[in-house]
């Protein structure tokens, strides 16, 4: 079956500007997580989402959301961006929460 | 769990050896913890992973074991293979299978032939 699928897989954008990233998960996978990795920070958890809500949030400011329709797509957008917002972010779907499977990611950079 | 250290960060071994990786949590109620290994380049992927209702788990050459009181768990790769390199990183799946995955910083795992 197919696995998480991530588009665009790369991104470039200027200071201010926004971004919508989006997500597809295994079919039937009803949990989707976004994650942010950096090099310095390593991998870090933004939000979760299930049937539509949000369940989690991680420690991000508010330029960071998301949101999932009904057929378990996610989108993830950031506004006005900043040179920091650099990053690879990665998608994730679970179908029971106890075993996540990973997009290829978009890598987004901010100039 | 809210923090999880990972040591080391960087692993140097020769084909053949093993190779171990340690991650302490902080979080006492914690009970899943996954290993992912990300190959430069590919998304993370995951390889084992471990719940509190047991002590260790073994996948082949991968084998993860748990101590509960100490909080800290381990991957032991056996037999080491050029392609086991990468980079490997141990999660905090907090309690009963959470929606939020608490990452170490990573191991840069490299096998040399």
């Known amino acids: 079956k197919a696995g998480v699928t991530q588009t665009p897989r790369y991104l470039i954008k200027t200071r201010g500007q926004q971004v919508t990233l989006s997500c597809s998960p295994i079919s039937g996978h009803r949990s989707v997580s976004w994650y942010q990795q950096t090099p310095g920070q390593g991998l870090q958890f933004l939000f979760e989402y299930f049937s539509e809500t949000q369940r989690n949030k991680g420690n991000f400011p508010g330029r960071f959301s998301g949101r999932q329709f009904s057929n378990s797509r996610s989108e993830m957008n950031v506004s006005t961006l900043e040179l920091g917002d650099s990053a690879l972010y990665l998608c994730?779907?679970?179908?029971?929460?106890?075993?996540?499977?990973f997009g290829s990611g978009t890598r987004l950079t901010v100039v | 769990g809210e923090n999880v250290e990972q040591h080391p960060s960087t692993l140097s071994v020769q084909e053949g050896d093993s190779a171990v990786i340690k991650c302490t949590y902080s979080d006492s109620a914690s009970n899943y913890f996954p290993w992912y290994k990300q190959e430069l380049g590919k998304r993370p992927q995951l390889i084992i992973d471990?719940?509190?209702?047991?002590g260790e788990k073994k996948d082949q050459r991968i084998a993860v074991t748990l101590n509960k009181t100490a909080k800290h768990f381990s991957l032991h790769i056996t037999e080491t293979q050029p392609e086991d390199s990468a980079v490997y990183f141990c999660a905090d799946g907090g309690e009963g299978g959470s929606e939020k995955l608490v990452f170490g910083k990573g191991t840069k795992l490299t096998v040399n032939p």
């Open positions: 994730a779907s679970s179908l029971d929460l106890w075993g996540y499977t």
């Open positions: 471990i719940r509190s209702n047991v």
